[in-house]
């Protein structure tokens, strides 16, 4: 359990500094912009028929009563080339029959608003026309079209570098947008890079703080770190935009997606929409639409929340709202269970005898003498709206919280819980007790006492105990108080607290990096570094790896079953315990440590700054040196003796590849591939069928120049040599490397053809920009 508790100390933290900026003086995006955006959930797969079918669900799933009003287009809804004669912009007619100016007057008769995506280069990121040197043309086409709001990208942008070219390039499209004499909401997307909040204001409506968003925690958690510190440049008309919400995409649970658009909440972000509103979910949709956590993005004052305090990763904002009340949001990004709280004091909220706190998620009203305070799950938040309130007949606020070790199955572990009031008045009669999942015990059976007064805690101590054979993995345990309050209210509250199980390693060499650790303290990025980089060393490039910022520690369970473990380390300090023995240490060289009998093993890197794991492997049981390293792949493609047969598709469409060692990932060469603007298939046609069957997909290591790249992957299967396609990525990081994974489910067939994994007749890779990329090591895993 983690445990932070500000004081009046902190209370000069909730003076709300000016503004720096003034928002543009037309009246626009008051509130932060809701709507939805096709380009998380679909790609380049954008249509006519999606957006007027989204417009549909808007009305009939009730999206538009809770108060989204944008239908936005992103990119690929333009033809590659402008119109011949006119030098206008060209909807993709095949996508778009009626044109954008139908599509608007669909989206429009549904008394909602269209909004279209742009870039501020000669291209935008999917190779399509960009509007650099086009300005006034573009912005006219769009608003004779009907478009309500354009998102604005910056792609090819041909830029200097400077800041003040990007100004001036976004500057040039407000005025063009300005000289339509039609109001459309400007949002200016050039990921943070010259700091936008901080000259944005006079330029968009809104701006993105950071690179783009991905539907997982760790790209979650970090938007919100970067964003959450930008309170004092948003307001009315001027918003900081952390990108487009991931709800009910599939990477997160729903207490991430609640947090997802809690802090959106919070932090007055603008609420897009990424998901197909055609396959959501009712718990969703219920998230997308709860009007009391839309009625604090939108709140009137347009207040972004301020830190009141961060530390070790525990959150605390306060946004004061219209009303009077304030929005106090708990928020802990941590992978356990843990009590945040704050003194009213050290918020803005005024001295009162008590305050009056309703959670917007469930709905509970509570009161508090003097301390906000929950406990709130890994990954999750707790908000109040809070107001100063007089005695009260509401239930006093009471945190449940907990921690427990890792758990052994079979092996008892403490549980500890503890209990306070922070309500005005003593509770009675409380008994605690704890729940595992079925067959777990937990004894005793439960702690009491007496009377808890304000302020008050209870501590207690529980043996918890998972039987034997369970598998490794997260379990909840549910920790309960019962109590009464008044002269006879009886009442319950209870958290869950998931606690971690944890089973010895298979019999095998295996990538260390594949395995869940038990416990993980600091930065840690699994098969990649801290810049979301292919992890390397001097020249060599590993795609297995544990990469960290230092200082960092990581704890694995062996159950003395393993006898070793290797790895390749840069510049650093790096350690490796067996136990509470050192068992190798150093930098800059290849450590084996030596784990026989070892009940744990803890990785520790010392220092500030990246500290990297290169291709850690754990050996375990029995196994011979030359094993082959789980989970094992296939190379089917290396380029060791050239190209391996690798050319393009399309004849006409540009492109070349050529060997290279500039980039490699297996073996001393790669495959240089010259991409054009516009696209081109490069792979194989094969000599003989391949079998896949063994394998979920393909993967492949990637490495761009000074440009990145848009792609998708492509396979032939059966005797007709049927195309087969999909599992588009945007990689917008130039000079950057990673590995590109995608299941064969990701890839879509023509109507009435099944993708056979057991007869692949073909490999493509689509690569696009104009610029240079470097691939190696195609392979299934």
Request: aromatic share 8%; glycine share 12%.
């Amino acid at each position: 359990m983690r445990r932070l508790l500000v004081t009046a100390l902190l209370a000069t933290l909730a003076v709300l500094p000016a503004s720096p900026a003034q928002a543009l003086p037309d009246g626009q995006a008051l509130t932060p912009p809701m709507g939805f955006n096709d380009w998380n959930a679909f790609g380049c797969d954008v249509s006519e028929q999606l957006i007027k079918e989204t417009a549909d669900l808007f009305v009939a799933e009730g999206v538009k009563d809770a108060g989204y009003r944008y239908v936005n287009i992103d990119d690929c809804w333009a033809l590659k080339e402008r119109h011949p004669a006119t030098g206008k912009l060209v909807p993709d007619p095949v996508k778009f029959p009626s044109g954008i100016a139908g599509t608007a007057a669909y989206v429009h008769s549904k008394g909602l608003k269209l909004g279209i995506y742009g870039d501020a280069g000669t291209n935008t990121c999917a190779g399509y026309p960009g509007s650099l040197g086009h300005e006034e043309l573009d912005a006219q086409t769009l608003a004779d079209w009907g478009v309500d709001y354009l998102k604005y990208d910056n792609c090819y942008n041909e830029s200097d570098g400077s800041q003040a070219e990007y100004i001036r390039r976004y500057t040039a499209m407000r005025d063009a947008l300005a000289k339509t004499g039609r109001p459309i909401v400007f949002s200016i997307c050039e990921w943070g890079t010259t700091q936008p909040w901080t000259w944005g204001a006079d330029v968009g409506h809104l701006w993105r703080t950071t690179g783009d968003i991905s539907d997982n925690w760790p790209s979650l958690k970090s938007i919100i770190a970067q964003n959450v510190g930008l309170a004092p440049y948003a307001g009315p008309g001027h918003w900081n935009d952390p990108d487009m919400l991931e709800i009910g995409n599939g990477g997160m649970t729903d207490t991430e997606y609640r947090t997802h658009m809690s802090m959106w909440a919070m932090m007055a972000a603008p609420l897009i929409i990424g998901t197909d509103l055609r396959e959501a979910s009712p718990s969703t949709l219920s998230i997308l639409t709860n009007r009391d956590i839309i009625g604090i993005d939108q709140d009137r004052l347009g207040v972004q929340g301020w830190v009141v305090t961060d530390s070790g990763g525990l959150l605390v904002l306060d946004k004061p709202l219209a009303s009077g009340e304030h929005a106090i949001a708990l928020y802990n990004s941590t992978d356990t269970l843990a009590t945040i709280g704050a003194d009213a004091s050290a918020t803005g909220l005024p001295r009162a005898s008590a305050y009056r706190l309703r959670d917007v998620w469930t709905g509970a009203v509570t009161q508090a003498r003097r301390t906000i305070e929950a406990a709130v799950p890994a990954h999750g938040v707790v908000v109040f709206r809070v107001r100063p309130s007089g005695p009260t007949a509401a239930a006093p606020a009471v945190t449940v919280a907990g921690s427990s070790g890792t758990l052994v199955p079979g092996a008892g572990s403490p549980l500890a819980t503890t209990v306070t009031n922070r309500g005005v008045g003593a509770i009675t009669d409380l008994r605690v007790s704890a729940a595992g999942p079925s067959g777990w015990t937990v004894t005793p059976a439960s702690v009491r006492r007496r009377a808890l007064h304000t302020d008050e805690s209870l501590t207690g101590e529980f043996s918890l105990t998972a039987p034997a054979g369970t598998a490794a993995g997260s379990y909840p345990v549910t920790i309960s108080a019962s109590y009464v309050w008044g002269s006879r209210h009886r009442q319950a509250t209870a958290s869950t607290l998931m606690v971690n199980v944890v089973n010895a390693p298979p019999a095998g060499r295996r990538h260390l990096s594949t395995l869940q650790p038990a416990s993980v303290s600091g930065e840690v990025f699994y098969d990649q570094n801290s810049a979301g980089n292919l992890i390397s060393i001097d020249s060599r490039v590993y795609v297995r790896g544990i990469g960290t910022t230092a200082p960092a520690t990581l704890d694995y369970y062996l159950g003395g079953t393993c006898r070793s473990l290797t790895a390749d380390v840069g510049a650093g300090s790096f350690q490796i315990y067996a136990d509470d023995t050192l068992a190798a240490s150093g930098s800059s060289q290849t450590l084996t440590a030596d784990l026989t009998g070892a009940t744990w093993l803890r990785l520790i890197t010392t220092g500030t700054g990246p500290a990297d794991w290169a291709s850690p492997v754990l050996g375990c049981g029995s196994f011979a040196p030359g094993d082959p390293v789980q989970p094992a792949s296939r190379t089917l493609f290396s380029f060791e003796s050239g190209t391996d047969g690798f050319g393009i598709a399309n004849a006409d469409g540009g492109g070349s590849v050529e060997p290279s060692t500039a980039f490699s990932t297996d073996g001393s060469a790669g495959l240089l591939v010259h991409t054009p603007v516009n696209g081109n298939w490069f792979g194989l046609a094969l000599p003989s069928a391949l079998d896949l069957s063994e394998a979920p997909g393909l993967k492949f290591d990637m490495r761009t120049d000074t440009l990145g790249s848009v792609g998708e992957i492509a396979v032939q299967v059966g005797d007709a040599y049927t195309w087969c396609q999909g599992g588009q990525w945007t990689w917008t990081n130039p000079g950057g490397s990673r590995t590109i994974a995608r299941a064969f489910d990701e890839i879509s067939c023509p109507g009435g053809v099944t993708l056979d994994p057991a007869d692949i007749r073909a490999v493509w890779v689509f690569l696009n920009t104009g610029g240079n990329v470097w691939i190696d090591n195609v392979r299934a895993e």
